[in-house]
């Protein structure tokens, strides 16, 4: 069975790092991209960026660059989101999914994460 | 404010027929496939029509899609309580060179 696997619910103030895992199982874990999702209370889903996990070459949506890191570390099929300095607004769900046939139009969500809670409060 | 457009909620009674709809640009669904996800409460999201109109192996054939022009639809035949769920479109925007999401569709079995 394909399953991607998320780290835990965080609680953290502002100002804190963060680093948040994706662990994939059951296919060839190089052989396809890693996408991560934001979901705010209240607000539809948002693509941050996307990392293929043969190379680490790493797309981000123009809204999230600058503002986390996507890495992953292939010797544990591994994918994860980093934040090095979080803001009250990065409070949301977080998940990984894996696309399906590349990072490209013709491709889709395939599958997801259980999702992350990250709640960033003072 | 979504770059999809869907509505908030629907609803329809066991049995029925509903349908939600996606609207979009040139950009997006004007040019590029549209897929939808079923998010059942407390789960994570999972693929539920793909390249407009197929179906993963394991959705029953009650949830169909299609698209026309900037718009796409998800219908749902023979409405049962357990599709009770959030339902999501996406489609790839080639101006953001990425994939953008619809604001969900929140549907309820009466």
């Known amino acids: 069975e394909v399953r991607l696997v998320q780290s835990g619910a965080e609680v953290k103030k502002p100002g804190e790092s963060l680093k948040i895992s994706c662990k994939g199982s059951g296919y060839i874990f190089t052989s396809y991209w890693i996408a991560w999702v934001r979901h705010m209370p209240g607000k539809g889903l948002e693509w941050m960026g996307s990392i293929n996990a043969a190379d680490s070459d790493v797309r981000y949506s123009p809204s999230f660059q600058g503002q986390v890191t996507i890495s992953v570390d292939k010797s544990i099929s591994a994918s994860f989101l980093h934040w090095s300095s979080l803001r009250a607004s990065d409070t949301a769900m977080y998940y990984c999914?894996?696309?399906?046939?590349?990072?490209?139009?013709?491709?889709?969500?395939?599958?997801w994460g259980q999702g992350t809670l990250v709640i960033v409060s003072s | 404010q979504s770059v999809l457009t869907q509505p908030p909620s629907a609803s329809g009674t066991p049995g029925q027929r509903v349908t939600i709809s996606c609207s979009g640009s040139s950009s997006n669904i004007g040019s590029n496939i549209v897929n939808w996800y079923q998010q059942l409460p407390g789960t994570a999201p999972k693929v539920l029509i793909y390249s407009n109109d197929e179906r993963p192996s394991g959705v029953p054939d009650r949830f169909s899609g299609s698209k026309s022009g900037t718009s796409a639809s998800l219908a749902i035949s023979g409405l049962q309580s357990e599709d009770e769920a959030d339902y999501f479109c996406e489609a790839w925007d080639d101006g953001l060179n990425g994939p953008v999401f619809g604001g969900g569709t929140k549907l309820t079995v009466l």
């Open positions: 999914a894996r696309r399906r046939y590349g990072d490209s139009p013709q491709t889709f969500f395939d599958p």
